[in-house]
């Protein structure tokens, strides 16, 4: 460094250029970045508005009955069920703690949460007997398809059973949309300056969007959309990592066994995805009306055939990003050599998990036992139903079990995806640990005077907007169906009795004003929980919370598969409508205690201690009915 660099730049002609220079190189960069910013959301725009498209296609006037709008109006292909479960496993609120578990080199949550996950799926697979007679006899007699309306016929078939089961999801949906909300605005501040009114009205108008394009386009919509943003997941997930590993091996830092245990994870994670989905992320079979008993009615349309067009364009893209993760991925592994990658990829696994064993117990039970209750999954579960006189009676075991393991192995590697996400991210841009690890890797994209830096935030961006997408509309789609089919019959008895027509549009139309309501609800909650919630969105502690508020949903367990489990005997593990009721109380008493007691003295460890607490109780409950004389009434 030449004499004088530190004295005043005026007493040099030189050094007086220079400084020139470099302040209009700040300004510049300062211009070159408010430039950029819009720039960077139009790839997530995008995404919003092929969202749309399905509604256009699939969206009819009237709908002769309550399944054609709460479930499906047309016989809905595998793939589009299956795409869509895939999407809404993928949730925000489990992104945020997953990608901090990463940068902090702490693995054994997410692998736990994940290999828990796909085991609780796998149980659907092998209780599905009898909750697929379920659906086709619901289905025949155009009747509730609800688990609510399953446990309730199985104990007594009492309304208030009913009533009160399905009170309880929607409060677990009302908490899981605001989840998605808050986690969504954190990604968001710092793209938009870390202004926080803009982020919130950004957010508030995606819950909106999202919420009227549901009630307008029916269940069928929501999953043709969910699978399309399937597709925008993957491309932003494998174009985020790819850009970030050639930032990585471009700067050549040091690696850590972390890191290397991540980069054995992508390049297996993107060849096996390819390989086993045979480069087909999004099913592009036919986009056809239907009349009204499910049959495909006239040719295809010119804008159903462009829109299938760009979905095998964007099959093609998300493998070419897969490949480029492998290739990348694949030359730094073939530096460090065999040796070295099974030597840091064990001393990686030896970390310790960093939660208290109360927590780590709450991420094995919640993850096994929610997918078998959560209400989306039974209305994926009606959709095949429905969709199964189009399958072959000898092809339909086989079609339910592909459905199943796919999205059981998918949705735990995408979520283990995420971590490793963290990890390489981490050390592309030396990112810290700690509960801010996402905002501050989010602001150092921004900040970064890099085209690949803006790209990579660009599809960072796409993630988050097509996780947020489908998991909010899927979610706000299982509410609206439990409000058809269980709450409004106990509130307006008459209008529920009534057949025909005219009598089904007043209906829907009471369901609507009953989801408008719950957007106001949703909407509020979000913005209270924003300004008086003093926690990070993307902390374990937040998912914690969440998990107490929403193991409410576990109560259900010990009604549900006592019945499942013990279906030859016709009073087999079934107790009386008044137990039933106490069993759900209580479930629901436990969580909101653990969340009371959490608010009162700041310890992390309540929330976490509601979801086994919950269990325990309900299942202790339960075997104290069966003991109990009388109790026990055949199902309904």
Known sequence: MPDGCFASPFLDPLLRVDF??????????????????????????????????????????????????????????????????????????????????????????????????????????????????????ALNGDRSITVHDFIARRHGNDARVRLLACALTVFAVLVLVTGEALVLATFLKPVLSDDALWADVFVCAIVIFVALYTMLSGNSGVMRSAQSQLGFLYLGLFGTTALLLYLLVSAQPPMTPHSTFAFVFVAVCCAAVPLYRRSRYIDTGPIRNHDSEGHASGSESRGARLFRRFEKILNVCVSVCAAWVIVVAG??????????????????????????????????????????????????????????????????????????????????????????????????????????????????????????????????????????????????????????????????????????????????????????????????????ANAYLEISFTSSAFLGLLFALCCTQLSFVPLLLGPLMGRRSAAAATVSPGWALVILAVGAAVGLLGVALYASTGREAWVWAAVPACLASGLVLFMLARLWRGNTVPPA
Request: proline share 6%; glycine share 6%; aromatic share 10%.
């Open 331 to 528: 030359m730094e592994l073939y530096s460090e050599g065999l040796a070295a990658i099974a030597r840091d990829s064990l001393v990686a696994l030896q970390s310790s998990t960093g939660l208290p064993g109360i927590a780590f117990a709450a991420l094995l039970l919640l993850p096994l036992f929610h997918p078998i209750v959560d209400m989306t999954n039974w209305q994926r579960l009606a959709a095949f139903a429905q969709a199964s006189p189009d399958i072959a009676p000898s092809q339909r075991p086989a079609v339910f079990r592909g459905i199943v393991r796919i999205y059981a192995v998918e949705a735990a590697l995408i979520s283990l995806f995420m971590c490793m996400l963290g990890v390489i991210a981490a050390v592309a841009m030396a990112t810290p640990g700690g509960v801010d690890a996402v905002q501050v890797f989010i602001r150092e994209l921004a900040t970064e005077p890099n085209e690949l830096a803006a790209a990579a935030l660009s599809l960072l961006l796409v993630v988050g907007f097509a996780i947020a997408l489908s998991t909010m509309s899927s979610l706000f789609s299982a509410s609206l169906c439990a409000i058809r089919y269980d709450v409004l019959p106990a509130l307006c008895p008459e209008l529920a009795s009534a057949q025909g027509q005219p009598a089904e549009e007043a209906k829907r139309r009471a369901v609507m004003m009953g989801g408008g309501g719950y957007l106001v609800t949703t909407i509020a909650a979000f913005l209270l």
């Open 20 to 137: 020139f220079r470099i302040i209009a190189r700040l300004r510049l960069d300062t211009r070159t970045q408010q430039i950029r910013m819009p720039l960077v959301l139009i790839l997530p725009l995008v995404s919003l508005v092929i969202y749309l498209i399905p509604i256009v296609m699939l969206r009819r006037k009237t709908y002769a009955r309550a399944q054609d709008y709460f479930i499906s109006s047309e016989r809905s292909p595998p793939g589009v069920i299956l795409n869509s479960s895939v999407a809404y496993a993928l949730k925000m609120a489990t992104f945020g703690p997953f990608f901090v578990w990463g940068a902090s080199g702490n693995f054994w949550p997410a692998i736990a949460y994940s290999a828990f996950f796909a085991f609780g799926v796998s149980l659907i697979y092998i209780l599905r007997r009898p909750m697929l007679e379920f659906m086709e006899n």
